[in-house]
């Protein structure tokens, strides 16, 4: 180990200080605010710290509001199984049936739209789904339909916008889980009498289902917290969480529903990490 | 070794998932070429109308530079922090390390929307105006994490032998720090560096709700958005598009490329 003088030490300090004061000052402490903002409530354009749990009532009582729960929470469970079935395969075909030297230059194209700016991308998927966009007028053309399609600011417009960010983000943490595995696995597998299915299934699929329950978990946390997506995709139509919260800040300027709203939010994602927690955890060892 | 048929089946699935992926981005860039008013189809010819206007609009590009020095600065700032704290916790052993270690990757855990709302709540109550500063605390507070872990998962014992080496012939710490941890580590801190730019200059919601009148490309696009399908929104799409594509390759060819031969 190194010296680990008192002199020495104190240096230490000096190096680790300046993080955990900008962690405290600009993360912890702004957290705590919104936690005592979200006991307040708004009167008129003020803020009055009435130090009760009204807005967290107010929540289960209003149906909009508990709507907007459901609608986030259906959204990210659809997006989060969707996305993990079309991410697999990709992911698969990737690592084992694309030469080696390919491989890189495979995932990198798979992943590069993700690297659009997140608005562009969501605007995107909103020239090609619009009611004249390619889709529609495409379809109308071959004869298909002769109707457009309502695709844009409906929910199905919102997970496809999703699922195509995602289907990326999952390849590429499958693909890393897929490439680690030694190839003994497979030799072992099959020097046993396995046919190629029953390798995978029995084999690569369960260990690679730690890498799998990450991707998805980080799914769910971008998913459910992302405003932008339903908001250029899905329309008013159904409103998820974020956009309740935006439009409290926004239109109405009531910072402590929002900021307990939040806090709602963040309650979902704990509750969704602690119950990955067991699978989590499995990666590490 | 595989079927035919299995052969066809994952060929066909591979190109149909490759044409989803690009599909909304062939589009984009397609149409920020149309010779008209509308991006849809029909596809009337190819124009560089809407580019120049891009490049003549004066909002869009103040968004562009103030986008850029705010990911440059806020990501220089998070790098730095990140290495410091990095540094210590893996090099001394101090009182309460793991404690410190959750506290300083704790905001990772947490949705931009709540950094944002905090830090607004706090500004609005200290009275301090919303401005491109704050924008920049916003991003350093998402990034410092990230760049933490990044850096503190690369700092290995390899590295500690030729720190003491450096220590026996002379060296103080802060030398043995910037002259041989650094260096040693440049490619994690290369692309903790880079990859928070591009999450700083990619990242809406803290510059939505933490700037007011000067705002960040994303920001600005947004509001672009209201005004519906515009060829114009296609072409700063799709330069946006180009951009992130030119730091991508920069990170390939020179942070992740120099660490694969290991």
């Not at chain 1, 329309?235 to 300027?253: F, Y």
Request: hydrophobic fraction near 55%; glycine fraction near 6%; charge should be positive.
């Amino acid at each position: 180990m190194s010296v680990d003088s008192d002199h020495s030490l104190r240096k230490a300090w000096y190096f680790v200080t300046p993080a955990i004061a900008w962690t405290i000052a600009f993360f912890v402490i702004p957290f705590a605010f919104m936690v005592s903002v979200s006991l307040a409530s708004r009167v008129g354009r003020q803020i009055v710290y009435s130090w009760d749990l009204d807005n967290y009532i107010n929540f289960f009582s209003k149906s909009y509001l508990l709507k907007g729960l459901f609608v986030s929470l259906e959204i990210t469970f659809l997006v989060t199984i969707l996305s993990t079935l079309l991410a697999y395969p990709l992911a698969w075909i990737i690592a084992e049936r694309v030469p080696k030297k390919w491989q890189r230059i495979a995932l990198i194209m798979a992943i590069l739209p993700f690297w659009t700016s997140y608005v562009v991308r969501s605007y995107s998927w909103l020239l090609v789904l619009s009611t004249d966009g390619v889709i529609n007028k495409s379809l109308l053309q071959i004869g298909i339909i002769s109707e457009p399609l309502p695709l844009s600011n409906t929910t199905t417009a919102t997970v496809i916008g999703f699922v195509h960010f995602f289907v990326m983000l999952l390849t590429l943490t499958i693909y890393s889980n897929l490439i680690q595995l030694s190839p003994n696995y497979k030799r072992a597998s099959a020097d046993l009498g396995a046919n190629a299915f029953q390798t995978f299934w029995h084999v690569i699929l369960p260990l690679t289902l730690p890498g799998i329950m990450v991707g998805a978990f980080l799914t769910f946390v971008l998913c459910i917290g992302d405003y932008i997506t339903p908001q250029i995709l899905g329309g008013n139509n159904e409103l998820t969480l974020p956009q309740i919260i935006m439009m409290q800040l926004g239109r109405r300027a009531d910072i402590p529903t929002a900021a307990a709203l939040s806090i709602i939010l963040m309650g979902v994602v704990t509750v969704a990490y602690l119950s990955c927690l067991r699978w989590l955890k499995m990666e590490r060892t | 070794m595989y079927s035919r048929l299995s052969n066809v089946l994952c060929g066909t699935y591979f190109i149909a998932i490759y044409g989803f992926i690009f599909l909304p981005v062939a589009v984009l860039v397609l149409y920020s070429f149309q010779d008209g008013t509308l991006p849809i189809p029909p596809f009337n010819g190819v124009t560089f109308k809407w580019y120049s206007e891009v490049f003549a609009d004066s909002k869009l590009m103040s968004a562009l530079a103030n986008s850029i020095i705010v990911a440059v600065l806020s990501s220089i700032i998070a790098c730095l922090l990140g290495f410091c704290a990095a540094y210590a916790l893996s090099r001394y052993r101090l009182p309460g390390s793991a404690f410190q270690r959750i506290l300083i990757t704790a905001p990772m855990t947490v949705s931009y929307l709540i950094i944002a709302l905090g830090l607004l709540v706090l500004f609005n109550w200290m009275g301090i105006r919303l401005s491109l500063w704050t924008v920049g605390v916003g991003h350093v507070v998402i990034n410092l994490p990230l760049c933490f872990a990044i850096i503190y998962a690369s700092m290995g014992d390899h590295q500690k032998n030729i720190e003491r080496a450096a220590r026996d012939l002379g060296a103080n710490n802060f030398q043995v720090m910037l002259l041989i941890t650094a260096p040693m580590l440049m490619p994690s801190i290369l692309a903790a560096l880079f990859l928070s730019i591009t999450f700083s200059w990619d990242e809406f919601i803290i510059s939505f709700l933490l700037s007011r009148f000067d705002v960040t490309l994303p920001v600005e696009i947004w509001s672009l958005l209201r005004s519906g399908l515009n060829p114009k929104t296609n072409a700063i799409g799709s330069l946006v598009f180009l951009l992130s594509v030119g730091l991508l390759i920069i990170l390939e060819l020179f942070v992740f490329r120099q660490r694969s031969p290991k």
